[in-house]
């Protein structure tokens, strides 16, 4: 009896262990994690699963993954000539690490696809020629700021008699306020300093702004504005680093001042997109810079009641370049090892059509679409104009950062970087250690 | 007049006990505590300053986290309960047998044995590369199957030293008895010791269990889709949206209960199965 | 006389077929990696070229000389002791502080070891709940009482990780050393109670040598998970800010899942195996000497 029932039982999970896997035609994407973007890409993939789908007998699903660790993880199961997703992410910074093991798709790059995409941001998914990915996000920087705090800043004498004392005392020199979109850095650290409440007492907000300090690459994207906005490059035109400037140093410099007084929350070292989000939404600081993603999220009153409404957006600060904004564009291409190709790139061809990138901007994500598709959404959508002005006007790629090293430079400049904002290594050090890396990265 | 004064003593000394036993007891729970009374707080509750203690409770994060499109988060614990079952299972079928020979045949106590229950102390990363490949050539990588040899290997010091301990209190007698009638080794095991051994076979689920439902190191570097367990996919929840707090406490709080339940039943064994390594082995 | 001897041979031979698929299971689960990760030590692995070709010992002057794996090895052991003294001597305290109370509630002991059964990834994400600066009910109720701490800040992020490991695994040193406590015959606790007058420093004095088999286990074990920590520091901080907390199981994972420098990862591996070996090794002839 016991015999018996134990073989069953074994049986059974042995069943459930061998069994599982996904009907032929049904493919799985592996996207990219951070809400809103991910809310909104799987109201397209209903759409296609109801619509384009159902008529290629094809259905599409979705998987994320935390998005620490996301393009390691990524890298290590392509290389290992993993199916366990047939469309994958492809990204500017990181394409020529990925090509390898993609499909190129320029045959489902037609007439059509221009209308809906614009043109350039198509060009951000090439490698050696050859394009790797449908775009589906721009991604840039604002400042986040509130409009009432800034405003007010701007309008009450008393709290401009206070501004003014305290960038005297601590930055030691008398600076006034301006509106945010007429910044530079100056005005950027010495109005952090204003809104912290432990300088300022007076302050609404308990800390200034918050910097994303994680050791993580994205937050170096994030940051490497201030180096840009100097004229800092990764390399000069003979491919010589240049990581010892005085524009990198003036960049180490502006998150190091906030860091040190404290005009940053304390944890920032352990901050990334997420974490920045909830505490600019919760009202706790008065402005930070931010990839645009996260715009749709500070217009739902429901989530982020202190600051709906009162949300404004400018570009990054100014230096002696005028501002300047890290930008590339996510996309998705096709896993070369996937099983399914053909259905892979019909459902991109489908992804590259008006109704599904329309469908997804409104929803919450980012598409650098083109003109006629723009209009449709402007509405709803107002920030996008802004960002492809911004991607046009402002937008800069490091000399070399998007060749097959940069993914592992930016990690570098992370560990660097963090470090010595932090305190733990002193600048000298972490410059050297970067750029060392770098040369490594680099040689011939 | 001394007697009184003792037992004052005696008194201030007993309340003292219970003052470090529940300031002790708050201290290590709190986190557990906090995370659980969080879940079933409104997100209104959950805001509110001071924090609230005493509060009606809702049970909208565990739909949302259940219900969540994004998350497939039942599929997730559904992984778990079977990896750590299985992967229990098939270090009893293991250990069991082999324990017998050890313990009474003193075959392989010289160095085998000493060698597998050593085994705790690798550091696990060393290993972790290499599975990534092999697994990545015998097709297991992102399966149930695959994790749950994983945590069978984790589980085999653990049962190993129990079983033998349990064989050695067996009295000899009754293999004696049952080899006379006849009966060969196996059935000799299947007759008389698999019968006796229900209790330690208990404690060796259980330990098994939670050590196996634990494991976060393996889940993350061999999982991308079908087998992500429950201990890795709870990350999800923090890393990429803004916090979410009810979500999140919900499904911390979904994953923490099963072992944190066993584990009131199982907690002796622990220390047992330890000291046993070093008493016997 | 040798019908017995035969019959003892017999049984022994098929009893060691008992032991075989065990063996063959550990052979197939742990020798073959461990031959792979030779292999890989010694070769110019990458993501691109799975198979590689020999390169003689570079890979291991490449991790012998990265300053950065002696930053994590000496992270890995300073938290170690620090850990492994904080937690053994707490819980050497608790157990005779709580003995006579738990010896009549057994039930009890349950509450204390409830922490040890969450997995610490899970309570890396918890504690990144609670200690949040603006929402974390403990930083609100320091907040209140006049006391502004980062947790997870700076300069106190290292004392946040120790913590959190003590308060996760001291219950289990005190579980190890009460089950040791209540082992104890009764005739040697009623000769150690003889003294009366002096009772905790003599019970002490008498129970604790009796007692060091398990201390010696508990240290060892306590010693070699703290080592080998990576679940709630990669949940927390990812090993940084910059290095500060990157022990030496995430140095490993970060040079070959980040750094991609696959031949170091592995090789950094084979070394620490050969330590943990060595570690055991001394580790197990102090038990045979002693028994």
């Known amino acids: 009896m016991l015999r018996s029932n134990f073989k069953t039982a074994t049986a059974a999970l042995l069943a459930t262990l061998l069994s599982g896997t996904a009907a032929l035609a049904d493919i799985t994407i592996l996207a990219w994690p951070g809400e809103p973007s991910e809310s909104a890409f799987r109201k397209v993939l209903d759409l296609y699963n109801t619509t384009e789908g159902a008529k290629n007998n094809s259905k599409a699903s979705v998987i994320y993954f935390s998005q620490q660790g996301f393009k390691e993880k990524m890298l290590a199961d392509v290389a290992a000539g993993s199916k366990e997703f047939d ?19 320029d045959d489902i790059i037609t007439e059509d696809v221009y209308k809906v995409v614009s043109k350039n941001s198509i060009e951000t998914q090439k490698y050696e020629g050859k394009t790797y990915g449908i775009p589906t996000d721009l991604s840039l920087h604002f400042l986040y700021y509130r409009n009432d705090l800034i405003d007010q800043l701007n309008s009450d004498p008393a709290w401009k008699a206070k501004y003014e004392e305290i960038s005297e005392k601590i930055l030691g020199k008398k600076l006034s306020p301006k509106p945010a979109d007429q910044w530079n850095w100056d005005d950027f650290i010495a109005s952090a300093l204003f809104f912290t409440k432990s300088i300022n007492p007076d302050s609404p907000t308990r800390y200034g702004t918050v910097l994303q300090m994680k050791n993580l690459l994205y937050n170096i994207m994030l940051w490497q504005g201030t180096v840009a906005s100097n004229g800092g490059d990764w ?12 524009a990198y140093k003036r960049g180490l410099e502006i998150y190091k001042i906030i860091t040190d007084n404290e005009a940053t929350p304390g944890d920032s070292s352990t901050y990334e997109y997420g974490e920045a989000n909830s505490v600019f939404g919760a009202g706790q600081v008065a402005f930070m810079l931010q990839w645009n993603a996260a715009v749709p999220e500070f217009n739902d009153a429901t989530k982020y009641p202190a600051v709906a409404g009162k949300l404004g957006l400018s570009h990054e600060p100014a230096g002696s370049e005028g501002p300047k904004t890290h930008f590339h564009s996510l996309g998705l291409g096709i896993n070369k090892n996937s099983d399914k190709q053909d259905e892979a790139k019909k459902f991109l061809s489908w992804l590259g059509s008006s109704d599904a990138l329309t469908l997804y901007a409104k929803e919450g994500g980012s598409p650098p679409l083109a003109e006629g598709p723009l209009a449709v959404i402007a509405a709803d959508r107002p920030e996008m104009a802004l960002m492809g002005e911004h991607a046009a006007k402002y937008g800069f790629v490091m000399n070399g950062g998007t060749s097959a090293k940069a993914l592992g430079i930016y990690t570098n400049q992370a560990e660097n970087f963090t470090g010595y904002w932090t305190g733990e290594i002193e600048e000298d050090e972490a410059i050297a250690n970067v750029t060392a890396d770098m040369k490594k990265a680099f040689a011939p | 007049m001394i007697v009184t004064r003792r037992s004052r003593l005696d008194g201030v000394v007993h309340a003292g006990r219970w003052i470090v036993f529940v300031a002790v007891a708050i201290l290590v729970n709190f986190p557990v505590l906090s995370t659980i009374l969080t879940s079933f707080k409104t997100n209104a509750d959950i805001n509110a300053y001071p924090p609230k203690w005493i509060f009606e409770p809702t049970l909208e994060h565990y739909r ?19 990896i750590a079952t299985t992967g229990t299972l098939f270090a009893i079928l293991l250990t069991l047998p082999a324990a017998y020979a050890m313990a009474r045949h003193k075959i392989g106590t010289g160095w085998l044995l000493p060698v597998i229950t050593n085994l705790r102390a690798l550091p696990l990363i060393i290993f972790a590369i290499p599975f990534y490949f092999m697994y990545k050539q015998v097709g297991l990588l992102d399966t149930r199957l695959g994790l749950a040899l994983i945590s069978c290997i984790i589980n085999i010091p653990v049962a190993l030293v129990l079983f033998v301990g349990f064989v050695q209190d067996v009295p000899r007698e009754l293999d004696d008895a049952a080899r006379i009638d006849g009966a060969s080794m196996w059935k000799t095991l299947w007759h008389v010791v698999l019968p006796l051994s229900r209790p330690v076979m208990l404690a060796v689920f259980l330990l098994s269990f939670i050590y196996s439902w634990n494991e976060f ?37 979904l994953g923490i209960l099963p072992p944190l339940i066993l584990g009131l039943f199982a907690y002796p064994y622990i220390g047992k199965s330890m000291l046993a390594g070093a008493v016997k082995g | 006389m040798s019908d017995a001897t035969s019959f003892e041979q017999q049984q022994r031979a098929s009893a060691r077929v008992l032991l075989v698929p065990l063996c063959l299971f550990m052979a197939a689960l742990l020798g073959f990696p461990t031959l792979i990760n030779l292999w890989y030590s010694f070769s110019d692995v990458s993501f691109q070229n799975l198979v590689g070709s020999f390169v003689g010992l570079d890979n291991y002057v490449a991790a012998l000389s990265n300053p950065k794996m002696w930053q994590a090895l000496g992270f890995s052991l300073k938290f170690a002791v620090l850990c492994t003294v904080i937690e053994v001597a707490a819980a050497l305290v608790l157990v005779f502080i709580l003995h006579p109370l738990l010896v009549k509630r057994p039930w009890m002991t349950a509450i204390l070891m409830l922490p040890m059964m969450v997995s610490p990834a899970l309570m890396g994400v918890m504690y990144r709940l609670i200690l949040n600066e603006f929402t974390g009910p403990i930083p609100v109720y320091l907040e209140m009482m006049g006391y502004g701490v980062n947790f997870l800040g700076r300069g106190n992020i290292y004392k946040t990780i120790v913590a959190i490991e003590v308060l996760q695994w001291t219950p289990f040193a005190f579980l190890i050393l009460l089950t040791a ?4 015959s009764y005739e040697l606790e009623e000769a150690a109670a003889v003294d009366g007058a002096t009772g905790f420093r003599s019970s002490f004095h008498i129970l604790l040598p009796l007692m060091i088999p398990a201390l010696v286990i508990v240290l060892f074990v306590r010693f070699i998970d703290s080592f080998r920590v990576f679940d709630h520091i990669y949940v927390l901080t990812g090993g940084g800010p910059g290095n500060l907390t990157t022990s030496i199981s995430i140095y490993i994972y970060k040079l070959f899942f980040v750094q991609h420098t696959l031949g170091e990862a592995v090789a950094v591996s084979i070394l620490l195996l050969l330590m943990s070996l060595a570690l055991i090794a001394s580790a197990m002839r102090l038990v045979v000497r002693r028994s």
């Open chain 2, 64 to 82: 949302a986290v259940l219900a969540s499109p994004n998350i497939d988060y039942g599929h997730y614990i559904l992984n778990s309960v079977i």
């Open chain 1, 235 to 246: 390399r000069d035109k003979d491919g010589n680093i240049t990581i010892d400037s005085p």
């Open chain 2, 217 to 253: 190191l393996f889940g993350l570097i061999l999982t991308t889709k079908s087998a992500v367990p429950v201990t890795v996919g709870a990350t999800f929840f923090v890393t990429s949206r803004g916090i979410e707090w009810g979500p999140t406490s919900a499904a911390i709080t």
């Open chain 3, 181 to 184: 406590r209540q082992t104890i």
């Open chain 1, 87 to 105: 469309v994958m992410l492809t990204a500017t910074y990181d394409v020529g690490l990925y090509a390898p093991f993609m499909t190129p798709i």
